[in-house]
Structures are given as structure tokens and as C-alpha cells.
């Protein structure tokens, strides 16, 4: 069964008297495992759909249904805790608490299902250890590059063990370097753990990366392609450095 | 969860000190207001308790006043020992009856000398008002008959001319005359009035021939006790129908004298405390409202300015309600950080006013008590609009927000 859903889903926006229709009938189905790049233009309604995958927003029309559940009418709480138990969030901007350790942003999702704290310690050191960042605990994110921050994001997405991950232009404020290492950080969780991630991109060669992209177009989903061998964003990362390496050695 | 939320909510105002301070200022003078308010109305209590208790139970004051006769105010005509006989022998309310006479003098001592008062008394007055001897002896009727020039001295005034030193037996000197020492007073403390230790007590004879020739058999005051609560009603109306009749005066003129009871103090004490009282809650009351409103300003702005901190904790799963008690909690970490800085202004203000003005003023468990749930409260109430604010954001407006 298809860990997303999504049938005939309509999303209109009252700007005054007019009525933007932001996605036009909709139909997505993504299965558990699956790394699924959206790639459109601004204005496409991406970030709608992103939205409405997230559950921060409800569709106007049409169903949703994530893990077996409906959750596209859900109210506002129920939502909430529809994202913090079946869904880990990753934003362009990081979006990490400012002035509060790496370890205590990665808890922040645990404090909201009720964890113990020590549990939650727990937990967190352990999300923080499989993206690298096990001696980077008591940093706040000003003490941490782009990359880093980025990192502390993923771990705190995947510190409640949720089976879908939404990268929402995880890359857009990294260089191609860091936008690499996150990505393979991506892949490997999908190939190791069997995570679904979803990414939202304007950029084609970071939608290359994921074994299926779908393109939306003025609300509507244009092309849906499966792509039997994806960019390895590892490969191109040691690619990148021997590259350097050459570079270095030429020079 | 409730622990995260302090923790939170600490982290979060510490982050802006200076702020949480100015913004707890309202709160912190309203608390500390009604705490001292408290303290104050208990002190007065006991304090007027304390000082009707330490003169004498039931005890009645007769003064002579100037009247007015056909538009002209003559001098005081004044009290005199028949009038205290005639009360002693007539009015049966009464238990006890004394004289007095009071006057500052320069006494002293082998050890040193002060301005104290002397005061006249008859055998009665130990009984009358509640004074003990604690060392030596009472004047007794013989001597009061010849004007014998002993004394008792109370306490203060030892201190200041026998510092140290037994008094009994000792010679002091009011005016030209030599006093012997033959008893000392037991502490009483503050009456409305005065120090009641900071006194000599001399024969009223001696005291009339020997300080103040010109009273001749006049004296300052009349003290009479009722024999009991309930007779003090009656007991004023017979001593009023008695020095009217002594002091003739016919049916609608005013009295030459005035009889007052303890109750007339008490009124007079607790119009002052009301008076405070009331200006001290209406200062708290204006505090605390203004503080308050403060405190939803200021968590308003924070509000606005941590709006995508909002839309974070949303997006990762906080509920409305996970919202509204991180801001309530907020509020409530301010109020009560106000109210317990106010606890201790109030101590400081308690401590400087029962220095400076000797004002007895009792700080109580009570308010404290009073004083949290006040700030508790204070915190919730106008918390409550903010936090509800925060807790209606749209995650995806909120996630966008700069």
C-alpha cells in the first residue's frame, strides 16, 4: 500500500473577490521507500502541495490519506500530531531555534509527544550521532555552518522515527559541496533505512538525485518520471573533491 | 512537558533581561504594595491591641476642656482630687480611680542626667494601668499623706540615668529636689502616646508642692477603670453626671471636662491605618492593572517577534494548546519573577518603615501567599490573550514570517 495518497486534491486561495486556484484535481501516490523529487517553477503550486503533504494545510477538495489515515479534513491539533508522528520536516531556511543547543533542537519533537527527558537526551544524541554530528551537541546553530545546521534539521526530522521526510529546498541555501553531502545524507537513509523522502526543488540536477520526479505545472502534475538509476549525490561529492584535488595538484 | 515549559519560558525571558525587568516593574510596586498593605493592617491590629491591653483594660480618661460662655472661651477650670474622690465614692461602674499629673524635667542622677517625665500619681495608679513594681516597692499611703520624696522609675529611664547600675536606693534630683529610688517599673513599651518606660511616678503631693507649685490641688488628668467591658458605657455616663453636677453646670451647656475610653484611640488609630490602607490598595490595585497590561504588551510584541519560532514548533508538532501554555507560561514566569521581587521590596519597605517610623508592622505568611497567587493570577489573566494568539497561527503564514 502506497504510503501517500493523494486523490483529485484542489486547493483554492481567496485573494479579495477572485478565487486562485493553487492545485487543480490533483492525483500523487507515493510508495514507502520511494525518493521523490517535485521540481516546478515558483508559482506552480509546489509549495502547496508541499503543504498539503505536510499536513500545515488541508486540501479544499479531494482526499488525503497518509500511513492508512485520512488526515486531508483533520483539524488543527490533529494535524499537529499527524506531523510530529508520521512526518519530519526539513526547511530551506534550517529553521532551527536560534540561540538553543543542537541536542535541545533535535529534543524540541520529543517534548511535544511527551518523552522523558532523559529519553529525549537519548534520542537526540542518537539522531545527532547518524548525521555526523555526535561531538556537536551544545552548539547553537550561529556556532554551525550551513551544512551543520542543515544536519541538526535532519536530525531532528528523523528523531521521532517518522516514516516520511519533507525536504522543502533542503539545499537552496548551500554550496554545491554541502548540497551534495546532504543529499547523499538523504539517499543513504532512503537505501539503509527505508525512509520516504520527498523534496521539493527548483533545481534540476538536485531533482536528479531522486528515483522519481515529478514535475508540477500551473497547479496541475505535468510529468511523473521514474528514473531506474539516480544521480549518486556520493559519488558526485568525491567526484566534486577529486576534481579539487586535481585542481590542487595542477596548479 | 509542564517542565520544558518553564524551562522555556526562563530561557526565553532571560534572553531579554532588561525587558522582563522593566516589564515586571508594574507587577513587582503592585505586589509589593499589597504585601506591605498587609502587613500593615496586621501590625495596626495587633499593634492597637497591644496598646489598649498596656494601658490598663477598660480604662477611662477624664480631661478638663475650656468652654465656652456666652461667646467667650475661659480658661480651663480643671480637675481636682474631690472630683477624683467624688468619682471613687459615687460611681459604681467604676472599679479603680487615680490621679495624674505629668511634666518634663531635667532629673538627674550620680550617673548622669536627661529630660524625663515626671509624673504624679496616687496608690492607685500601678493598679489602674496595668504597671508593676519589679524591683523595691510602691509608695504607700502614709508616704503619699506627707509628700515623701521617693520615686519609681521605669526602665528607659534607668538606661539613661543609671546605665547599667541598680537605681534602688539611689538619690536623683528633679529640680532642686533629692528623690530616693525605692522601686523600679516592669517594661510596659509604647502606648499611643509615648515610651510608658521613659518616666519617674513621685506622690502626686510631692509632685504638686515640690514641681509644679502653681496647680495647687488641680490635677492634669482623671484615670478610672470600669470593672468590666461592659460597664464602660455606664461608668462614662456617671462619671459625666457627677463632674456636672460638681462643677455646676446646668442642663444645655457643654461639659468643662471630657471622658474618653479606649475605643475613641482605637477608632482614631484604625481611621489613620484605613486611611493608609485604603491609598496603599488603590496604588496596588492601579500597579497591579498596569503591570499587567504591561506584561500582554510585552508578550504581544514577543508573540510577533517569535512568530516563526511559532510556526517551527507548529510545524513540528506543537498544539494549540502546546502554544498557549509555553506563552502562558511566559506570562506567568514574568508576574511571578515581579511578584517575588516585589516580596522583597516589601520586606526592604517594612524593615525601613518600622526603623524610621517605629511603626509596628507584622509580614505574614499570609501575604506572601496572597502575594504569589496575586501575581499567578495577574499572569494568567493577561497572558491569556497573547498566548491565545500565538496558539491561532497559521503554521505556513508563521513559517513564512521574517
Known amino acids: ?251 | 512537558m509542564l517542565r520544558a515549559s518553564v524551562k522555556i519560558a526562563f530561557s526565553a525571558l532571560s534572553r531579554s533581561w532588561l525587558r522582563s525587568i522593566l516589564t515586571t516593574l508594574g507587577v513587582l510596586i503592585g505586589v509589593a504594595s499589597v504585601v506591605v498593605v498587609t502587613a500593615l493592617g496586621r501590625g495596626a491590629r495587633e499593634r492597637v491591641g497591644d496598646q489598649i491591653e498596656s494601658l490598663g483594660s477598660n480604662l477611662l480618661f477624664v480631661w478638663s476642656q475650656p468652654v465656652a460662655k456666652s461667646g467667650v472661651r475661659t480658661a480651663a477650670v480643671g480637675l481636682t482630687d474631690a472630683d477624683a474622690v467624688a468619682i471613687r465614692n459615687e460611681a459604681t461602674a467604676v472599679e479603680l480611680v487615680t490621679v495624674y499629673s505629668d511634666t518634663k524635667v531635667q532629673v538627674i542622677s550620680p550617673y548622669g542626667n536627661d529630660q524625663i517625665q515626671v509624673c504624679g500619681v496616687d496608690t492607685n495608679y500601678l493598679g489602674a494601668r496595668k504597671f508593676e513594681v519589679l524591683q523595691g516597692r510602691m509608695w504607700n499611703a502614709n508616704e503619699e499623706q506627707v509628700k515623701a520624696k521617693v520615686a519609681l522609675i521605669g526602665q528607659t529611664a534607668i538606661d539613661k540615668l543609671f546605665p547599667g547600675q541598680d537605681p534602688i536606693g539611689h538619690y536623683i534630683r528633679l529640680g532642686k529636689h533629692p528623690f530616693r529610688i525605692i522601686g523600679t517599673l516592669k517594661p510596659k513599651g509604647q502606648s499611643p502616646f509615648e515610651d510608658q518606660d521613659d518616666r519617674i511616678l513621685i506622690p502626686i503631693g510631692s509632685w504638686r508642692a515640690r514641681i509644679n507649685p502653681t496647680l495647687g490641688n488641680r490635677v492634669q488628668l482623671i484615670m478610672a477603670t470600669a470593672k468590666s467591658e461592659a460597664h464602660t458605657e455606664a461608668a462614662v455616663r456617671q462619671v459625666e453626671a457627677i463632674l456636672r453636677q460638681r462643677h455646676r453646670i446646668v442642663e444645655d451647656e457643654e461639659n468643662d471636662f471630657e471622658v474618653r475610653t479606649q475605643d475613641a484611640f482605637k477608632q482614631g488609630q484604625e481611621a489613620i491605618y484605613g486611611v493608609l490602607t485604603l491609598l496603599l490598595v488603590t496604588v496596588a490595585g492601579v500597579s497591579l492593572f498596569v503591570g499587567g497590561v504591561g506584561v500582554m504588551n510585552i508578550m504581544l510584541v514577543s508573540v510577533t517577534e517569535r512568530t516563526r519560532e511559532i510556526g517551527i514548533r507548529m510545524a513540528i508538532g506543537a498544539k494549540r494548546l502546546d502554544i498557549q501554555v509555553q506563552f502562558l507560561a511566559e506570562a506567568i514566569a514574568l508576574t511571578l519573577l515581579g511578584g517575588l521581587a516585589g516580596i522583597g521590596l516589601a520586606v526592604g519597605v517594612i524593615e525601613l518603615m518600622k526603623r524610621s517610623l517605629g511603626w509596628s508592622m507584622v509580614l505574614s505568611g499570609d501575604a506572601v501567599i496572597t502575594a504569589i497567587v496575586t501575581s499567578l493570577v495577574i499572569g494568567v489573566v493577561f497572558g491569556f490573550l497573547p498566548a491565545r494568539r500565538a496558539s491561532r497561527l497559521d503554521p505556513i503564514e508563521a513559517l513564512r514570517h521574517e
Open chain 1, 1 to 251: 500500500m502506497a504510503l501517500i495518497d493523494i486523490r483529485s486534491v484542489c486547493k483554492d486561495y481567496a485573494t479579495g473577490p477572485e478565487v486562485v486556484r493553487a492545485l487543480d484535481r490533483v492525483d500523487l501516490s507515493i510508495g514507502a521507500g520511494e525518493f521523490v523529487a517535485i521540481i516546478g517553477a515558483s508559482g506552480s503550486g509546489k509549495s502547496t502541495l508541499m503543504n498539503i503533504l505536510g499536513c500545515l494545510d488541508r486540501p479544499t477538495r479531494g482526499s488525503y490519506t497518509l500511513a492508512g489515515v485520512d488526515v486531508g479534513q483533520r483539524s488543527a491539533d490533529a494535524r499537529a500530531i499527524v506531523r510530529n508522528r508520521l512526518i519530519g520536516f526539513v526547511f530551506q531556511g534550517f529553521n532551527l531555534l536560534p540561540r538553543t543547543t543542537a541536542l535541545e533542537n533535535v529534543e524540541l519533537p520529543l517534548v511535544y509527544r511527551g518523552v522523558s527527558a532523559r529519553e529525549r537526551r537519548r534520542r537526540a544524541i542518537g539522531a545527532l550521532a547518524k548525521v555526523g554530528l555526535a561531538d556537536r551537541l551544545t552548539h547553537t546553530p550561529a556556532q554551525l555552518s550551513g551544512g551543520q545546521q542543515q544536519r541538526v534539521a535532519i536530525a531532528r526530522a528523523l528523531v521521532t522515527d517518522p516514516p516520511l521526510l519533507l525536504a522543502d529546498e533542503p539545499t537552496g541555501n548551500l554550496d554545491t559541496r554541502t548540497s551534495y553531502e546532504v543529499l547523499a545524507l538523504l539517499q543513504e537513509l532512503v537505501s539503509l533505512r527505508g525512509l520516504t523522502v520527498v523534496l521539493v526543488t527548483h533545481e534540476p540536477d538536485i531533482a536528479a538525485c531522486a528515483g522519481r520526479v515529478v514535475t508540477v505545472r500551473d497547479g496541475r502534475i505535468q510529468y511523473d518520471k521514474r528514473s531506474e538509476e539516480p544521480a549518486r549525490a556520493a559519488r558526485m561529492l568525491l567526484e566534486l573533491n577529486q576534481g579539487v584535488a586535481a585542481a590542487e595538484q595542477g596548479s
